[in-house]
């Protein structure tokens, strides 16, 4: 039976969308053991494609390198650290979800101070000669922006 197919180091960063030296840190530190080639050179199978993509997926949430190394080191233990990984996922969900709530607020201000501006716009046309930097609202009456933005 053929060996499934592998990618260099090169492929599968493009196909993950990183960087090469991103693939061999994640190596060097442990979170998964890539094998390699007779030359020694880096393969990456599906299995090690599919792992590293959802590391990426943590990573681009802000899961934070001591997250990643926990969540792959149950991952090698194996299946008796299903609930283990299980509850650190809970735990990164929340926060995940508090981030987009706090995008979300974010979002809604920058949308709001767009159509602001959009109304300074048809009222400047309108009234022409007059500047729209007099018309922005005081700091104290800008909402505080949520925590991490």
Excluded at 44 to 50: M, R
Excluded at 127 to 134: I, N, S, V
Aim: aromatic content about 6%; glycine content about 10%.
């Amino acid at each position: 039976m053929p060996e499934p197919p592998t990618q260099s180091i090169r492929e599968a960063a493009a196909f993950l969308g990183v960087s090469p030296h991103t693939l061999r840190y994640y190596d060097r530190d442990g979170l998964l053991t890539v094998p390699r080639d007779p030359t020694g050179e880096r393969r990456y199978g599906a299995q090690e494609l599919g792992f590293l993509k959802f590391l990426i997926y943590l990573r681009g949430t802000g899961m934070g390198m001591a997250g990643l190394r926990e969540y792959a080191a149950l991952a090698r233990e194996g299946e008796g650290t299903v609930e283990a990984r299980r509850q650190l996922l809970i735990r990164h969900e929340a926060q995940v979800a508090a981030q987009l709530n706090d995008m979300h607020r974010a979002l809604d201000a920058i949308r709001e101070k767009i159509a602001r501006y959009d109304r300074l716009n048809d009222q400047s046309a309108s009234a022409q000669g007059h500047g729209l930097t007099h018309l922005d609202p005081s700091p104290a009456s800008v909402p505080a922006l949520p925590q991490g933005i």
